[in-house]
């Protein structure tokens, strides 16, 4: 007669998860230990994405000044923002949560400084120079929220950042540093100072300035008010500042007569607006220093997309800038530090 406390089924020995079971289950704790991360890299590819819809806007007549270009990206993604909030009944969806309103203003004002930033110096230095002096910002970022958070920053991370700049500047490859210009590169215009105290440069170095100050806020808000707060306080301000400027410098507006003229505009503000909030989104569940290494991955994106939509074939050292960039990511991701 069957003994009933033995069980039918052997226990003994243990069955071992399949490989594919057991590499499916690494690959999960990594995904759910890094979600921050991945959110950051994936908006790069949507800022990407707007960068070659600027471009391709760029070619197509009539000339559409970086005011014009900044007040309808940021007017649909305030729309965009409210619009959803409004419907999905979020609390205060103007002014965000009473705590740390404060904090979103400030997330409005240094973002805006680093747009204007960014567009100012495009006017005045070749991309390259450009392109490099705006990825200053992670390493600031990083430093900034070591003193101002009392986040760690360990020597690896930092280590990371200092090689992805390096990949930066391996693909940028600046005039500034490396002596010459790319073939087909836009020349790089000397620009006489602003009130004989500013240039481009020191403009870049501000909008750097304001990208740190974005990102050590977004990370400092957390997950107190919903990511689309956050938009929405850079999104108005930034539409306030550039009527104002517009209209004080008395800059015309061009309409659209073009039926892709007018989809690059929707493009634009659309890809504008997914980026934002997957940044956001990635920043609130990170350290500065751990989010803010992942926006290095917005360069490989460019040099893809300018591949794939420009024939843009990438040289030797784009591809070395690459994969140094690539790996600091995956060390970040990994590293326990």
């Known amino acids: 007669m069957d003994d009933p406390n033995i069980p039918e089924q052997e226990l003994w020995p243990p069955k071992k998860a399949s490989r594919i079971h057991q590499a499916w289950a690494a ?140 990949g930066v500047v391996l693909i940028a490859r600046p005039a500034s540093l490396f002596g010459g210009l790319d073939e087909g590169s836009p020349l790089e215009v000397l620009l006489p100072e602003v009130d004989g105290i500013l240039t481009a440069k020191h403009v870049a170095l501000i909008g750097v300035l304001g990208a740190t100050g974005a990102y050590t806020t977004l990370t400092a808000i957390g997950k107190r008010a919903h990511p689309l707060h956050a938009l929405t306080s850079f999104s108005v301000q930034s539409v306030i500042a550039t009527s104002v400027a517009m209209l004080v410098t008395k800059q015309p507006i061009v309409i659209p007569a073009r039926a892709e003229w007018l989809a690059m505009f929707v493009m634009i503000g659309i890809f504008g607006f997914f980026a934002q909030i997957l940044l956001t989104m990635g920043l609130q569940r990170e350290s500065a220093s751990r989010g803010s290494m992942a926006i290095y991955t917005q360069i490989v994106f460019a040099t893809i997309f300018e591949r794939v939509f420009f024939n843009v074939v990438p040289t030797i050292l784009s591809g070395i800038g690459t994969l140094l960039i690539v790996a600091s990511a995956i060390y970040v991701a990994v590293s326990s530090d």
């Open 27 to 166: 690959m999960k704790t990594a995904l759910e230990g890094n979600t921050g991360l991945l959110l950051v890299a994936a908006s790069q590819a949507f800022f990407s994405l707007m960068n070659v819809s600027v471009k391709t806007l760029n070619s197509i007549d009539p000339p559409v000044s970086a005011l014009q270009l900044i007040f309808v990206r940021m007017s649909i993604t305030w729309f965009c923002c409210t619009g959803y909030m409004i419907a999905a009944k979020v609390p205060n969806p103007i002014l965000g949560p009473k705590g740390v309103r404060l904090l979103l203003v400030f997330r409005g004002f240094t973002g805006f400084i680093s747009l204007f930033g960014i567009y100012y110096s495009l006017q005045y230095l070749s991309l390259s120079d450009a392109t490099v002096l705006t990825f200053l910002a992670p390493l600031c970022t990083a430093v900034a929220g070591a003193v101002l958070l009392g986040e760690k920053f360990s020597l690896k991370q930092a280590a990371a950042a200092v090689i992805s700049l390096i």
